[in-house]
């Protein structure tokens, strides 16, 4: 068996080492690593920072602005109101040049909006003589309807032929009364005549009268029994006659409601069908305020410059506004983290972080589906409205843009190094 002193070593320095004590560094160091790893991992553990996600944000109020676009090229015939004036809902501001006097339509359009059609008379002595262009078509029509109607309720033809059906219904019930009054008092003659003939052929059973008289009293009775056979057919006749007035008179009845209610119809449709030519009008020529607020010209437009279809004409900056909202685009990636309620930090494009400070915002709404381009779409609330975090209130500006940070949830720092040795294990 080899000793200690036996083994011949290769090196040295390694010999040197071994006889001789390490150094105290050398014999706690390993000791010393560990609590300092154990340490880190500790304070790794304790430490959180929030997990973000940015994007881009633009700050407007809850009722947004209306911008009017131009629907079809031309000249504009007449501006009616200027920059930056306030305006109600449903103001007129422009109009583009067309076949109808715009004045002429305003018009029809405040008879239109006002008058209600099953009440009232159209006052179409107020609408004489104006210039309508594309909606004339559809006022000719409405005009022709209501002629018709209100003719049809002037002249009333079903109660014309109706009071005609009624007398006529009276003659034949009296000729029915007299034939049947006569018929009871042929009935009597019949008898009488029976009772007389009877005895006649008892004188010529005896022999006391001819062949020829007796005879002579049968005809007399046929004759008779004919008339009231006839007189039966005529009262059968007039009956007959009396029933299909009575329907007669159930079906002009039956008619003249239906064609009251369609004439009503015809007016009624008519008339919705000229409301929609003035819109489709409006919307094709005349640029009017849908909200309350200040216009504000979003070009140098005069009267007799020409537009083109798809140009910002006007905005409608709403008035008393002060419920301000932010509105996100998330990209797809990482957007399964975002929740209702979570905070978000804005910067705002105009107003330097580090002077301004940032406003604090929460999130509202997440749509249910993204848009075309993937993204979702996100309302972002602001507590303290344009307070910023240095307590400086920020002068509101429609469409202010900035960046936004969602912060979805405060990580350690230890799950965020296991988080990426994950994604080393995976490659």
Do not use: C
């Amino acid at each position: 068996m080899l000793e200690i002193k036996d083994i011949n070593l290769r090196s040295e320095e390694v010999q040197e080492i071994l006889t001789r004590v390490p150094h105290w560094m050398i014999r706690w160091g390993n000791i010393v690593v560990l609590s300092i790893v154990l340490l880190m991992l500790g304070v790794s553990w304790m430490i959180k920072y929030p997990d973000m996600i940015s994007t881009q944000i633009s700050i407007t109020t809850e009722v947004p602005p209306q911008k009017l676009i131009a629907k079809t090229s031309g000249r504009i015939e007449a501006i009616l109101v200027k920059d930056k004036a306030e305006v109600s809902k449903e103001t007129p501001l422009a109009v583009i040049e067309n076949a109808a006097n715009y004045k002429d339509v305003f018009v029809l359009k405040s008879i239109i909006d006002t008058i209600n059609i099953d009440n009232y008379a159209f006052p179409f002595e107020k609408t004489k003589a104006l210039q309508l262009g594309d909606i004339e078509s559809s006022f000719a029509l409405f005009q022709k309807e209501y002629m018709v109607d209100e003719l049809n309720n002037k002249l009333q033809p079903y109660k014309v032929e109706g009071a005609a059906q009624s007398y006529e219904s009276i003659q034949l019930r009296e000729r029915l009364s007299l034939l049947e009054s006569q018929k009871i008092i042929n009935q009597s003659e019949l008898e009488l005549q029976k009772n007389d003939l009877d005895r006649y052929e008892t004188l010529y059973k005896k022999g006391i009268i001819s062949t020829q008289e007796l005879e002579k009293h049968r005809l007399e009775n046929l004759q008779s029994q004919k008339n009231y056979k006839s007189l039966l057919s005529t009262i059968s006749q007039l009956k007959s006659s009396l029933n299909d007035l009575n329907r007669n008179s159930k079906t002009t009845t039956i008619n003249e409601n239906k064609e009251n209610v369609n004439l009503e119809r015809n007016v009624t449709q008519a008339f919705y069908q000229l409301k929609k030519a003035i819109k489709d009008w409006e919307l094709n020529y005349v640029f009017r305020s849908s909200i309350e607020g200040k216009v504000s010209f979003l070009q140098l437009w005069s009267e007799n410059q020409t537009i083109v279809a798809g140009d910002n004409v006007f905005a409608i900056i709403p008035s008393n506004e002060t419920n301000y909202l932010g509105k996100v685009k998330a990209v797809a990636q990482n957007s399964g983290k975002i929740k209702v309620g979570q905070d978000v930090n804005i910067k705002l494009a105009n107003y330097p972080e580090r002077e301004f400070g940032i406003i604090k915002g929460k999130v509202k709404s997440i749509s249910l589906t993204p848009d075309k381009d993937g993204n979702l779409l996100i309302d972002i609330s602001l507590p303290n409205g344009l307070k910023t975090s240095y307590d400086k209130k920020i002068l509101f500006q429609q469409e202010m843009s900035g960046s936004a940070d969602i912060i979805t949830e405060d990580l350690r720092l230890l799950e965020r190094l296991l988080y990426q040795f994950k994604d080393v294990f995976r490659r």
